[in-house]
């Protein structure tokens, strides 16, 4: 199961890498739009990051409940987002700095909300 968990979590930080990716690729575009990328990459994120917390609880391990729910809601709020303007030939600067913020925001949740590494 520990396979699944470390394959699980390679998909997730590979969903953010995509999401964040396909965002700061246009930072010197003029015309912003959500990309398959940003999409798939929001939607990876999520989907893997549910898998994740039931294949944590699954094998009797603690989840940080409270950590969880602020990250699903950012996530959600991210991908709600990506899929409701993903149509559209461009997007305006705000609310690519938005979706950019919003991603940051929910990568620094997991790395700064007790982190799973320990502290040095």
């Known amino acids: ?9 390679l998909l997730h930080l590979l969903g953010f890498s995509v999401l964040l ?3 700061i690729s246009q930072a010197r575009q003029q015309n912003k739009q959500v990309t398959g990328l940003v999409r798939g990459g929001a939607g ?20 940080d409940t409270a950590k ?11 991908l709600a987002l990506a899929v409701r303007t ?6 305006s600067t ?6 950019l913020a919003l ?3 929910d990568v620094s949740v997991a790395l ?7 502290s040095y």
């Open 112 to 118: 700064f909300w007790s982190p799973a590494h320990g």
């Open 44 to 63: 990876l994120a999520v989907v893997t990051g549910l898998a994740l917390v039931g294949v944590i609880e699954a094998n009797g391990g603690a989840v």
């Open 1 to 9: 199961m520990e396979i699944v968990r470390l394959g699980l979590l």
């Open 21 to 23: 990716g396909g965002l």
């Open 68 to 78: 969880i729910g602020v990250k699903l809601g950012i996530s959600v709020v991210i």
């Open 86 to 91: 993903s149509r559209r030939d461009k997007i």
């Open 103 to 105: 991603s940051i925001g």
């Open 94 to 99: 705000g609310l690519w700095i938005i979706l």
